[in-house]
């Protein structure tokens, strides 16, 4: 099988699992949407800070100053409406726009019942009045009110038109405000949408009810006031920073400037504005956790869902079709670097470019209002990597098992340690300047017909045992068993600048430890002799063979040449060297000089040198 080929496979595997993963993420899973949602928190907040809110909407803060000033005149929290009814007599004056009210007026008051009729004389009068109502559990819904009865007070004159697709019988279970005459209602939702981790995001449009949409109270306003509305049921807020947020006056102070005779304030200041009256008094227990804040008021949420539908600036989030695309195309992206490059350093850095153009991209687009939730992708992105790491580990332990199976039956186990340490073994071939050295034994023919089979496997076992000891004592590498021939290597697969001198020195040796096993073969040892030849030349190494079956092993002229150098042994020296050889080390050794011999497929001879060691 392909090693390559093979190895790939579990990498298509990480793929293909990786992009199912991507759409069951997405489009099903949503594990990781809370952290999506922080990221998206921590870009809005950063950049909110720069952001003016709309100076056209005016909070009427009830303040905790409010709650202690108004004790005088109104007592404690909650005020007599006709308070409120004296507020909104004085504003009406001014024309604003429209007045929202961000407070629950849902039970008559029993005690001031002249309170309330005073409230609602005031609300008659003024057209442009909206009050806040609630949906509630739907489980009671059969016990709730009937739709068709709020038609006006949901949509104005043209309700009937807006409800035309809704079950005419529908009943929903609403908090209205019942201390207020219905021929007063102006009505919208102001329920309060928070994400899986309590926080809000979100503000509705409208609240679909068995084809009723029930319309938010900043909807409903916006509608009125003539604003294009969002497409959907809700829409993800552009949020202000609340220390550059609306403008508020606070509810004590501007009830006192009109009940003076000489006016303070600007008699002016909420012309053309839309008013929002609701508390920030933390004792009133009316605070939302949201992007900007773990505590913000909900009268500001309110005002900030106005801002948004009044200035058609609410956030679009980044289609998850279009993310999950963008996502499985980097994937891609991220399994070509790692099939190609296989370089843990340049992937690593790709992994970050990406990183960080997928954050800058999620900050630049807030102030376009748009949300490019990122985790996901990030966290998808992380894991292929992570697994594409991984397998190169494991392919790199895998190959390094392969060089130690394969070398060790070639070379000293420590040189096998050595290759793994300078990187393992180039699996091109690469010319290499080397000694190659040939061993072939004498009379083996006549010896094996002397004694039984196994008699002869065993002795070329003891004698192949002892020679591969001495070539591996002296750096060298085993090529294989020719028979009853040796061939073998010094300069490859680590580089040796001695390698004539290191070739030339086991080769000494081998014959010497031949002379000893021909001693204890005894009478049989007469007939057994080996001829060794060297010669130093480049030679391309490398693993060469079929898919099936790779040898590590030295071709080229080189090779060819020490082959018949050791066929010329025999009558001359047990051990003969090339010219090329003994100029490589030529004080190392006493070289006797042989002569030069004519060899196969050469014009000219050979000149021939016996090596023996100095003696001092």
């Given amino acids: 099988m392909n090693f390559k080929s093979s190895f790939l496979k579990p990498r298509r595997v990480l793929l293909l699992g990786t992009l199912a993963l991507v759409f069951l993420e997405f489009f099903v899973l949503?594990?990781?949407?809370?952290?999506?949602?922080?990221?998206?928190?921590?870009?809005?907040?950063?950049?909110?800070?720069?952001?003016?809110?709309?100076?056209?909407?005016?909070?009427?803060?009830?303040?905790?100053?409010?709650?202690?000033?108004?004790?005088?005149v109104a007592g404690r929290w909650p005020w007599p409406r006709a308070i409120h009814g004296e507020l909104l007599e004085s504003i009406r004056k001014q024309s604003p726009k429209a007045i929202l009210f961000d407070i629950w007026f849902a039970e008559s008051d029993k005690v001031r019942p002249q309170s309330d009729a005073a409230f609602n004389q005031v609300l008659a009068k003024t057209p442009h009045v909206y009050l806040p109502m609630l949906r509630l559990d739907e489980k009671d819904d059969t016990e709730g009110t009937p739709l068709t009865e709020l038609t006006t007070a949901l949509w104005g004159t043209g309700g009937k038109a807006s409800a035309s697709m809704g079950n005419p019988t529908a009943r929903v279970n609403l908090l209205l405000p019942r201390a207020i005459d219905p021929a007063n209602w102006r009505l919208g939702l102001i329920n309060f949408i928070k994400d899986a981790d309590g926080v809000g995001r979100r503000y509705y449009v409208n609240y679909p009810v068995e084809g009723w949409r029930l319309p938010s109270l900043p909807a409903r306003v916006a509608q009125d006031l003539g604003y294009p509305l969002p497409q959907g049921e809700s829409v993800v807020l552009s949020w202000r920073s609340p220390t550059l947020s609306f403008p508020r006056i606070s509810y004590a102070d501007?009830?006192?400037?009109?009940?003076?005779d000489a006016k303070w304030r600007d008699p002016q200041e909420l012309?053309?504005?839309?008013?929002?009256?609701?508390?920030?008094?933390?004792?009133?227990?009316?605070?939302?956790?949201?992007?900007?804040?773990?505590?913000?008021?909900g009268v500001t949420l309110?005002?900030?869902?106005?801002?948004?539908?009044?200035?058609?600036?609410?956030?679009?989030?980044?289609?998850?079709?279009?993310?999950?695309?963008?996502?499985?195309?980097?994937?891609?992206?991220?399994?070509?670097?790692?099939?190609?490059?296989?370089?843990?350093?340049?992937?690593?850095?790709?992994?970050?470019?990406?990183?960080?153009?997928?954050?800058?991209?999620?900050?630049?687009?807030?102030?376009?209002?748009?949300?490019?939730?990122?985790?996901?992708?990030?966290?998808?992105?992380?894991?292929?990597?992570?697994?594409?790491?991984?397998?190169?580990i494991l392919k790199e332990r895998r190959d390094k098992e392969h060089a130690v199976t394969m070398f060790?039956?070639?070379?000293?186990?420590?040189?096998?340690?050595?290759?793994?340490?300078?990187?393992?073994?180039?699996?091109?071939?690469?010319?290499?300047?080397?000694?190659?050295?040939?061993?072939d034994i004498r009379g083996f023919t006549s010896l094996s017909e002397t004694r039984s089979p196994e008699e002869v496997v065993a002795m070329l076992n003891d004698y192949f045992s002892m020679q591969v000891g001495v070539i591996f004592k002296h750096g060298g590498a085993l090529d294989k068993?020719?028979?009853?021939a040796i061939m073998a290597f010094w300069g490859a697969p680590l580089d040796d600048a001695q390698h004539a001198e290191h070739a030339i020195e086991a080769a000494l040796?081998?014959?010497?430890?031949?002379?000893?096993?021909?001693?204890?073969?005894?009478?049989?040892?007469?007939?057994?002799?080996?001829?060794?030849?060297?010669?130093?030349?480049?030679?391309?190494?490398?693993?060469?063979?079929?898919?099936?079956?790779?040898?590590?092993?030295?071709?080229?002229?080189?090779?060819?040449?020490?082959?018949?150098?050791?066929?010329?042994?025999?009558?001359?020296?047990?051990?003969?060297?090339?010219?090329?050889?003994?100029?490589?080390?030529?004080?190392?050794?006493?070289?006797?000089?042989?002569?030069?011999?004519?060899?196969?497929?050469?014009l000219q001879g050979v000149r021939l040198f016996e090596p023996r060691r100095k003696f001092r």
């Fill in 30 to 72: 949503h594990s990781v949407q809370s952290l999506d949602n922080r990221l998206s928190d921590f870009f809005v907040k950063s950049q909110a800070s720069s952001m003016v809110a709309d100076q056209d909407i005016v909070i009427i803060d009830i303040d905790e100053p409010s709650l202690a000033s108004m004790n005088n």
């Fill in 254 to 260: 501007l009830y006192t400037d009109f009940k003076r």
């Fill in 271 to 297: 012309r053309d504005k839309i008013v929002i009256i609701g508390a920030t008094a933390e004792g009133l227990y009316d605070m939302r956790p949201t992007p900007l804040d773990s505590v913000l008021p």
């Fill in 302 to 392: 309110l005002a900030t869902a106005m801002d948004n539908f009044k200035n058609q600036r609410t956030m679009k989030v980044v289609s998850p079709l279009l993310l999950s695309g963008v996502t499985a195309l980097l994937v891609l992206v991220l399994y070509y670097a790692f099939r190609y490059f296989r370089n843990v350093v340049k992937n690593s850095l790709l992994v970050l470019a990406i990183f960080g153009i997928l954050f800058a991209a999620s900050y630049v687009l807030v102030p376009q209002l748009h949300v490019l939730p990122i985790v996901t992708s990030l966290v998808l992105l992380f894991l292929f990597y992570l697994g594409s790491t991984l397998l190169d």
């Fill in 408 to 439: 060790s039956r070639f070379v000293n186990p420590h040189v096998v340690k050595e290759l793994i340490a300078h990187g393992g073994l180039a699996r091109g071939g690469e010319r290499r300047q080397v000694t190659l050295l040939f061993s």
């Fill in 481 to 484: 068993f020719i028979g009853d």
């Fill in 509 to 602: 040796e081998m014959y010497e430890r031949v002379c000893e096993f021909k001693v204890k073969m005894g009478e049989t040892g007469l007939v057994f002799d080996v001829g060794i030849g060297l010669h130093s030349g480049p030679a391309v190494v490398g693993l060469i063979g079929s898919e099936q079956r790779r040898e590590y092993t030295a071709i080229g002229d080189t090779v060819n040449l020490a082959s018949r150098i050791e066929g010329l042994t025999r009558g001359v020296a047990p051990v003969l060297v090339s010219e090329d050889t003994m100029k490589l080390c030529p004080d190392a050794f006493d070289f006797v000089d042989r002569g030069s011999h004519p060899v196969k497929g050469r």
